[in-house]
């Protein structure tokens, strides 16, 4: 039995299903960064390090969308396994920079390799103009539930 004007109607919800693409995703991804010996975070780190060496525990952890303590935890376990080095002691104020070591930066590159593989799959059935419309649509989505006054 239906109840009209009750709850979201899911099969038309935009919301539900932008969450069930980013929940396929994310399946997607786990997929082939198993066989890899990483995680979706695990990835999001390294990725985020490559492109912006030095970047705080707390920068990567809004980064990677996730708490502060598991990135602290991912960071030592990424340390102990030669990916990423960190000061022992903060150059400046609390905040140690982290850098990817050689090693980090070759298991990133399959990494990334895998990732494209993905997301090349995932607009497989998209024309490059559709692809093209997609960014700012979700960009202005974004922005709209930030609150933030500008447009990308």
Same mark, same amino acid.
């Given at each position: 039995?239906?109840?009209?004007? !009750?709850?979201?109607?899911?099969?038309? *919800?935009?919301?539900?299903? %932008? &969450?069930?693409? /980013?929940?396929?995703?994310? /399946?997607? @991804?786990?997929?082939?960064? $198993? #066989?890899?010996?990483?995680?979706? +975070? =695990?990835?999001?780190?390294?990725?985020?390090?490559?492109?912006?060496?030095? %970047?705080?525990?707390?920068?990567?952890?809004?980064?990677?969308?996730? +708490?502060?303590? +598991? @990135?602290?935890?991912?960071?030592?376990?990424?340390?102990?396994?030669?990916?990423?080095?960190? #000061?022992?002691?903060? #150059?400046?104020? &609390?905040?140690?920079?982290?850098? %990817?070591? #050689?090693?980090?930066?070759?298991?990133?590159? &399959?990494?990334?390799?895998?990732? $494209?593989? !993905?997301?090349?799959? @995932?607009?497989?059935?998209?024309?490059?103009?559709?692809?093209?419309?997609?960014?700012?649509? %979700?960009? *202005? @989505?974004? =922005? /709209?539930?930030?609150?933030?006054?500008?447009?990308?």
């Amino acid at each position: 039995m239906s109840q009209k004007g !009750v709850g979201v109607d899911l099969e038309t *919800s935009l919301g539900y299903l %932008l &969450k069930e693409a /980013s929940s396929a995703l994310r /399946s997607a @991804m786990e997929e082939v960064l $198993r #066989p890899l010996g990483m995680s979706v +975070t =695990h990835y999001s780190c390294l990725e985020l390090l490559a492109q912006r060496p030095g %970047l705080s525990s707390s920068e990567l952890a809004r980064g990677a969308f996730v +708490t502060r303590q +598991t @990135m602290n935890v991912l960071l030592q376990a990424l340390e102990r396994d030669g990916y990423v080095t960190r #000061p022992a002691e903060a #150059p400046v104020g &609390k905040v140690l920079p982290t850098r %990817l070591t #050689p090693s980090g930066r070759r298991s990133l590159e &399959k990494a990334s390799a895998a990732v $494209r593989s !993905v997301e090349a799959r @995932m607009l497989a059935d998209l024309t490059e103009d559709e692809q093209s419309d997609a960014f700012p649509i %979700l960009q *202005s @989505m974004i =922005h /709209s539930l930030r609150g933030d006054n500008e447009r990308a």
